[in-house]
């Protein structure tokens, strides 16, 4: 079973007042098939048909016809269908669906309890979320109307979700990429099982993908401390292949010995073998800039072998 198939399977025996159930399935109808005075609404998910006959039982006294038929092509999960041919104005009129009109009427969503349950109804007949164990962060919407997916994601982000609007072929899709955000939309619809699954691989991702980080910094201050050192023990082996370390004055040779010694420490290292084994105290940056002095000396040895 998906991740999206088992958040509807959750959030689809959520028990609501009148209210919220009028906006939940407004949601559910408005996205579904309304022609020939027949209301026709399809799911792959049979908790969510079961929660579509139950609203329409409790709220309107009608019993949908259901039919139940195998997918096709690849897709073989059992596809249902509730059709209403009976009383279809009086409904879609007390669901705030008009005609003329592709947004409900503003009653349907007028506080954030029948908003919330208006994107309850909306993820159980057209939301996909990605499981965040599998793959990256994404839950979307698709819609047919550029308008209602304005409005859409209007409502989303009247929760702070960020969501955003693309053209896909001839549909606009509604979707939310940041990890946080698809959290809270969970929040929002109370798909609390689903919240807790989704926020525990979030954090361990999360994690992992700090700790990677950070081993890729310090494997790159590594491979910098070594190209440096390896650097510097170019510029030595340049002074003695054109004079010795007679060149250097005194301090300058200590260190430019030890670095051969120690071709691959770091600075800090460097100064505290040099302090150690000399009994003369030396810092990092006395390192460096007598360093410095030997890299120039180098320098100078190259340019004058290039003329």
Request: charged share 30%.
């Amino acid at each position: 079973m998906s991740f999206t198939s088992i958040v509807k399977t959750e959030v689809s025996k959520i028990n609501s007042i009148k209210t919220e159930s009028i906006a939940e399935l407004s949601a559910i109808v408005i996205n579904s098939e309304i022609k020939n005075n027949t209301i026709k609404i399809d799911t792959e998910n049979s908790s969510v048909a079961r929660q579509i006959f139950s609203l329409f039982k409790n709220l309107f006294d009608i019993q949908c016809k259901i039919t139940i038929r195998k997918g096709y092509n690849y897709n073989k999960n059992y596809i249902y269908i509730l059709e209403i041919t009976k009383n279809v104005p009086l409904i879609l009129d007390e669901l705030g669906i008009k005609e003329s009109s592709s947004i409900p009427e503003e009653y349907i969503v007028d506080d954030m309890d029948t908003m919330r349950a208006y994107l309850r109804g909306l993820f159980l007949i057209t939301g996909s979320v990605n499981d965040p164990k599998k793959s990256r962060y994404h839950l979307e919407f698709l819609f047919d109307n550029e308008e209602y997916a304005k409005f859409i994601s209007k409502c989303l982000n009247e929760f702070y979700l960020n969501s955003k609007i693309i053209k896909r072929e001839n549909k606009s899709m509604v979707y939310i990429k940041e990890a946080e955000k698809i959290g809270d939309f969970l929040r929002i619809i109370n798909a609390s099982n689903a919240v807790m699954y989704y926020e525990d691989i979030r954090i361990y991702r999360d994690h992992k993908n700090m700790t990677n980080r950070l081993n890729n910094m310090e494997q790159a201050n590594v491979d910098k401390i070594i190209n440096t050192a390896l650097k510097q023990v170019d510029d030595i082996n340049i002074i003695l292949n054109n004079g010795g370390l007679g060149l250097l004055d005194e301090k300058e040779q200590i260190v430019a010995q030890y670095r051969l010694k120690y071709n691959e420490a770091s600075l800090l290292e460097l100064s505290e073998i040099i302090s150690y084994e000399t009994n003369n105290p030396i810092s990092k940056s006395g390192v460096n800039h007598r360093m410095k002095k030997i890299q120039n000396l180098a320098n100078r040895i190259r340019e004058k072998e290039s003329n």
